[in-house]
Each structure stands twice: as structure tokens, then as C-alpha cells.
């Protein structure tokens, strides 16, 4: 009993460590020099706009929160799981929270820091996206360890019970993930088409009145929404070996052992990527290849930290290594899907420049060519999850399978790092066109902004191939859950399994419609909105009046808000009406929605993420650079690019994971 409470504190104390570390950063962000009063007034613009859509968004989830809760506890699922629902989603909303508001306060000094050194804009921006991890792990990891603690004596009801944690946690990520990609693509997009393809006036230039939206649109998406996300992926990957670890498992491991085990690794994933932090030093080279291979220090070296602690923990804990090799082929499938995706997204490899060269011949073979590329690019991201898969069978039978997600997830404090430093670079680089500061800062900020244009791509490769590991170990706890559901049962030959695969496949599909969709009305309206004001504000386009910003962050906030609710709505009632119906049919659903929703959101992220950089790559005088037929082309293929990448392509990883939860959840209502 002594050891279990030591190491219970050990996992609350990682947890405690994650968020004091944040704080520490954060405290010397503040402290950078934050730029003259036209740049610091950009920057808190910025901010207000952020601030306003999060307290907007938040008012009705919090409604949501609460008419779930009741259902909970109405249904009489178990009433601790009521509490640990409002946990979840508490916790989820508050990493996000904390995230944006340091991410929307560090891009002004981001700007600044690249004034003075590239290295020092690098520093910033990474050091604000670690804000964002450490907050997210740590959070998750203080949430179900606490539960845990107070649940340990009843394993049954604590399985149960903390399945209610990564609900709460689904649900705001599902609802984050969707509006953040739908405000922020709405205002690129609406940005784009007046700005520069209509009027030929450059990117962030402050006389589009799109502008501001835009740059608040990266926070919400990219900050908020990828926290919520992975958020949602860490806890679940733990919740899931807690899950199947209840009961002992079928490779002899102690029922409390199990359970613990996953707790112990993401703990020591924490100490793996604060140490890993101190790696991202960019040195003086100013070129993105040596900036990119700062922060790939920082990645690789928390992996290797991480397999070393595994590898001690594993011995001394367990006293036997199968569980490690299922944790290490679940942390190498992470790694070799990033990989990929740099491969196919970054504008220095032949996947990415062979769309920029489609793009003399005009729009149309570009958005051939781009997307094919997003359909190749399935293959290794494929292939990696299902060695990740059988290996960790081989090794450590049904419970490995969640051992590989947490293996995958367990340096997130450090991957999550590298991926948000993208959006405040992005503001930086926007800052620094608006706020006139030189043709020098310019340049540098727009190559952090390429590098971050990467490290997002491999950030979302990395959470749809961890999203469908998480669903896959749901979706093992959820047949192991259902009382007498065999996996006879799931067979194909079954025909309410049948129904449930292709209902499954269809719910990716029209859950992906309904995003784009809603960001092409967004878009729609933010278009008709710029041209007016070009047309009426005289003195607008010489640049000699004020564009009213705050119109087009109110049109992309009602935009999102609005358009939330269907796809998000979709996603928590589908499973409980077809579950009721047939648990069969629901395990047809469950594998049908991991299938298609993982093949189509690699598609669509890799796609938009080489769309984006093919335009780039031009922009920087090759193939005729700006101004040249090819360009045109390219804005065309990148701005087609923007809903896939940033609003469907990354919400179809919440929609598996989501119904996965909903269903191991709602389990005795089966």
C-alpha cells in the first residue's frame, strides 16, 4: 500500500512539475520586449479577438456540459462519473485557455526577438508552444491521476468511472476542433480571395480588413483546437489501458500493475520532454533547414530519453520487457509518421515540389496533383499504425494495444511544443507586414513561419495516427466492456455488423461535408464583407483609412459558433441511438469510422499541408515567383488547401475518438 501511494504521488507530482514549468516560461515571455505601440497594439487586437471568440464559444458548451451531466446522471451510469465528465472537460478548456493566451501574447515578441536574431524568434515561439504542452499533460495527467486515487480500492467502478474524464475531454475537443477550423479558414480564405487574388495586395497587408481575423483564426485552430485535440488523445490512450488493464491481462500482469503502468510512463514522458526542451538551440544558422533541425533535436531527443526511462521502468516495475516493445513500437510509428508527413508537406522533397510545378499549367492540374499527393501519403502512416498494431499484440496481447498509444503520446509535452511555436510564428510573421517592421524582419519571420508550416503538418500527422491509435485501444475496451459480445460476434458474416461498417464510413464523410461546408459560407461572407469595405471606406485600399476589423471577427465568430453545432452534435448522438439499437452494429460503426476517418484526414492534412508549402516555395522566386501564372495557381490549390488541412482533415481524429468514448461510456445502456 506504501508503494502504490508513493507512486500515485509520483504521477500527481510529474503533473505539478509539467504545470510549474509553464508557468516558468510563461513568466519569462512576458518579460521579452513586446515592440513599439503600433506593434503592440496589433498583438493585444489579436488578443481581444481570441479572448472574444473563447468566451463566446464557451457559453454554449458550458450549456452542453450541463445537459450531458444531467443525462449522466440521470441514466445512472455511475454518479462519480458525472464528476469526472465536468473534470474532463474542465481541464480541456482550461490547457486550451491558458495556451491561446500565452501563444496570442508571444507573437508581438516573437516578432521582435527575430529582429534582433533569428535564433531569438525561434526561442519564443517554441517556448510559447512548450507553454501550450507542458499545460496539457500536465493537466491531464493531475485529472487522472486524482481520480484514480480516489477510485483505486473499486477497479470495476474506476474503469467506468474515468471513461467519463476523456468524455468531458472529447467533448470540448470535438466542439474546439470543429469552430476553430471553421473561424480560421473562413477568415484565410476570405482574406485571400479579395486580398490577393483580386487585388494583388500582399499577405497581412494591414489594409485588408480580413487581416486581423485571420491571425486570431491561427490561435483558435491551431492553439486551442490542436490542444483540446491532443488533450483528448493523452488522456485517452491512458483511460484505455486503465480500461483493459482492469481484470488482469492475459500476459500476467498484476491488475493494479496494469493499471498504474500507463500513469508511471506518461509521468516519466513529462521529465523525457523538459529535458528535451533544453536541445532546441538553433545555433547561428539562419537558413530553415538548420532551423527545422533545432526543433527535430528537441523531438528525437525526448523519444530517446523516453525509451530509456521505459526500458528502467518497465524491468523494475514489471519485471518483464513485453510491454516495453509494445510502447516502443507505438512511440516509432509517431516518429515515422511525422516523418512522412514532412515528406509529403515540405516544400525541399519532390512530393511537394512536383505540385508547384503542376501549377504552370494552371488551378486545375495543381488541385490534381495535390491531391493525389494527399492520397499517397496514406501509405506510411498506414502501414506504421498496423506494425504498431501487431507488434504490440505480439508482445503484450489486447493490452499492448493502448501501451502503443501511450507510447506514441508520451512525449506530447515536447511534440505538442514544436507544433504550436507554428501559429505564433505565423502571427509573427503577419505582425511584422502590418506593424512596418523592416524588410529584414520580414524575411526572417516568414522562414520561422515556413518551419512552422512544416512542424503543423507533421503536428497533425502526429495526432490523426495517434487519434487512431486511441480509437483502436477504445475500441478493444469497448468489446471487452460489453458483456457478452465476442469477437465472433463482430464478424463480417454478422449483418448488423455490416450496417454499423457502413454507417461508420458515411458518418467521416458527411461530418467532413458539413465542416467544409460551413467554411465555404464563412468564407462567402467574409468575401462579400472585404469588398464592401474596399468599395465604401474611401482611402481604404491606398492605404490613407482604418478597415473595420472587428466586423470580420464577429462574421467568422457567428460563422463558427453556429456551424459547430451540427457536426458536433452528430458525432455524440450517432453512437448512443445506434448502440441502443445493436451493440453489434455499433462495433460495425466503431471500425468503419476508424478505417475512413483515418485514410480521409491524412488525405485531406497532407494534401492542404502541400498545397500550402507548393505556394511557398514559389513565393520564394522559384517557378516565377509572386506575381507569375504559376503563382496564381498555387494561391488557388492552397486556399482549396485550407479547410482540408485546418478545419476537416483535423476534427475527423476527434469524431473517431469521440464515438469511441461515447460507446466504452455508455456501455450498460448496451
Not at 494583388?200 to 491571425?215: F, G, L
Not at 513561419?449 to 487519434?467: E, L, M, P, Y
Request: hydrophobic share 50%.
Amino acid at each position: 500500500m506504501i508503494d502504490f501511494i508513493f507512486e500515485m504521488w509520483f504521477v500527481s507530482l510529474a503533473g505539478i512539475i509539467a504545470l510549474i514549468f509553464a508557468g516558468l516560461l510563461s513568466i519569462w515571455l512576458l518579460r521579452q520586449p513586446k515592440g513599439d505601440e503600433k506593434v503592440s497594439d496589433l498583438s493585444d487586437r489579436i488578443y481581444r479577438g481570441a479572448m472574444t471568440f473563447l468566451d463566446r464559444e464557451y457559453k454554449p458548451l458550458i450549456i452542453f456540459v450541463i445537459i450531458i451531466a444531467v443525462v449522466l446522471y440521470v441514466t445512472e451510469i455511475h454518479d462519480e462519473a458525472v464528476l469526472a465528465f465536468v473534470s474532463g472537460a474542465f481541464c480541456s478548456a482550461l490547457a486550451g485557455n491558458i495556451g491561446m493566451r500565452i501563444a496570442t501574447k508571444s507573437n508581438a515578441r516573437a516578432a521582435v526577438g527575430a529582429k534582433e536574431e533569428i535564433g531569438k524568434g525561434l526561442k519564443i515561439g517554441f517556448s510559447s508552444g512548450a507553454v501550450m504542452g507542458m499545460t496539457v499533460v500536465g493537466l491531464a495527467l493531475i485529472g487522472l491521476s486524482a481520480i484514480s486515487h480516489w477510485l483505486w480500492a473499486e477497479p470495476g467502478k474506476l474503469a467506468d468511472v474515468i471513461v467519463g474524464f476523456g468524455f468531458g475531454a472529447s467533448s470540448i475537443a470535438i466542439f474546439a476542433r470543429v469552430a476553430g477550423g471553421i473561424y480560421t479558414k473562413s477568415a484565410d480564405m476570405g482574406a485571400d480571395l479579395v486580398g490577393k487574388v483580386e487585388e494583388k495586395i500582399p499577405e497581412d497587408d494591414p489594409r485588408n480588413p480580413a487581416v486581423i481575423a485571420d491571425n486570431v483564426g491561427d490561435n483558435v485552430g491551431d492553439v486551442a483546437g490542436m490542444g483540446a485535440d491532443l488533450f483528448e488523445s493523452y488522456a485517452g490512450s491512458i483511460i484505455s489501458a486503465i480500461a483493459i488493464g482492469v481484470g488482469g491481462t492475459a500476459i500476467g500482469i498484476p491488475e493494479s500493475d496494469a493499471m498504474l503502468y500507463p500513469l508511471l510512463l506518461a509521468s516519466f514522458g513529462i521529465f523525457a520532454s523538459i529535458i528535451a526542451t533544453s536541445l532546441v538551440r538553433p545555433g547561428k544558422g539562419s537558413d530553415i533547414g538548420a532551423l527545422h533541425n533545432a526543433l527535430n533535436r528537441g523531438v528525437f531527443g525526448s523519444a530517446i530519453l523516453m525509451i530509456i526511462f521505459a526500458y528502467f521502468l518497465t524491468d523494475s516495475f514489471l519485471g518483464k520487457l513485453e510491454p516495453f516493445y509494445a510502447m516502443v513500437s507505438g512511440l516509432a510509428a509517431g516518429i515515422a509518421i511525422g516523418l512522412a508527413s514532412e515528406y509529403f508537406t515540405e516544400s525541399r522533397f519532390r512530393p511537394t515540389r512536383s505540385i508547384a510545378k503542376s501549377s504552370k499549367t494552371g488551378p486545375a492540374t495543381n488541385i490534381v496533383s495535390g491531391f493525389s499527393i494527399g492520397m499517397s501519403s496514406t501509405l506510411i502512416p498506414v502501414i506504421s499504425i498496423c506494425i504498431a498494431i501487431g507488434l504490440s499484440w505480439h508482445f503484450a496481447n489486447l493490452y499492448g494495444i493502448p501501451i502503443a498509444a501511450v507510447g506514441m503520446l508520451s512525449t506530447l509535452g515536447m511534440t505538442l511544443a514544436t507544433d504550436t511555436y507554428g501559429p505564433v510564428n505565423d502571427n509573427a510573421a503577419g505582425i511584422a507586414e502590418m506593424g512596418e517592421m523592416g524588410s529584414e524582419v520580414r524575411t526572417r519571420a516568414e522562414k520561422l513561419d515556413a518551419v512552422g508550416n512544416t512542424t503543423a503538418a507533421i503536428g497533425k500527422g502526429f495526432a490523426i495516427g495517434s487519434a487512431a491509435l486511441t480509437a483502436v485501444a477504445l475500441f478493444s475496451a469497448y468489446i471487452a466492456s460489453v458483456p457478452g459480445l465476442t469477437t465472433s460476434q463482430l464478424s463480417i458474416n454478422e449483418p448488423m455488423v455490416m450496417i454499423g461498417l457502413f454507417i461508420g464510413g458515411l458518418l467521416t464523410f458527411i461530418f467532413s461535408a458539413l465542416t467544409m461546408s460551413a467554411v465555404g459560407r464563412g468564407a462567402s461572407s467574409i468575401v462579400k464583407e472585404v469588398r464592401r469595405q474596399f468599395k465604401e471606406i474611401q482611402g481604404l485600399l491606398e492605404g490613407e483609412a482604418e478597415p473595420q476589423s472587428k466586423r470580420c471577427v464577429a462574421i467568422s465568430t457567428n460563422t463558427a459558433l453556429k456551424n459547430m453545432i451540427l457536426p458536433g452534435g452528430l458525432a455524440v448522438v450517432t453512437p448512443v441511438l445506434v448502440g441502443l439499437w445493436s451493440a453489434q452494429a455499433l462495433g460495425g460503426l466503431l471500425a468503419g469510422a476508424i478505417v475512413t476517418g483515418l485514410l480521409l484526414a491524412i488525405t485531406l492534412a497532407n494534401a492542404g499541408g502541400a498545397w500550402d508549402n507548393a505556394k511557398k516555395y514559389i513565393e520564394e522566386g522559384n517557378l516565377g515567383g509572386k506575381g507569375s501564372d504559376a503563382h496564381a495557381a498555387a494561391v488557388t490549390g492552397d486556399t482549396v488547401g485550407d479547410p482540408f488541412k485546418d478545419t476537416s482533415g483535423p476534427s475527423l481524429n476527434i469524431l473517431i475518438k469521440l464515438m469511441a468514448m461515447i460507446s466504452l461510456l455508455f456501455v450498460p445502456l448496451f
